[in-house]
């Protein structure tokens, strides 16, 4: 939100921005946006003047999240095992999804644009915060050349996404992720 914007534009969009956090972590990505500018007082044109898109909606609810998400990157960069740092970070990125409903969604790439990944604010930084954690791992042979921030990403929201209506979608979405990461090649 520009600082420069008036005194109750900015009073418009934090009331916006509350509201749709409550409406979007009790319905999921597909909130209503007119219940959100009736709830909040204003338009639906005022809700789509602060956020043209419902995508940068999303982003915005989960900008807090995002952020704690790239603190704890940090956090565990150069500590501990290098795999088990990354899969921590990873596990902790798969149990917001699933706790913060909406947040995957606002992961997800929608294709729209011609450079997704700069579009995608969210994945950008969380990206760009786990680059370290993957850098050290696969440094280290913990984990193969070739795999991406961007793929892990991926594949954390496709099981966000898959287990979101599941009736124990936090435990459905971690044994998925263990799934993932362990392969599907029997332990010997």
Known sequence: MPE??????RRNYTRILAVAEEEV?????GASLEQIARTAGVGSATVRRHFPTRHALLEAVSRQRIEALCVRAHDLTGKGDSRSALLEWLSDVVAYCVSARGLAAALSYDGAGSDPVHENACSAALEEAGKPLLRRAVREGAVATGVTVADLITLVVGIAL?????????????????LAVAGLSPQS
């Open 4 to 9: 420069r914007q008036r005194a109750d534009a």
């Open 25 to 29: 972590a009790a319905h999921g990505a």
């Open 162 to 178: 898959a287990t979101e209506h599941h009736p124990d979608p936090a435990a459905r979405a971690d044994r998925l992720f263990r």
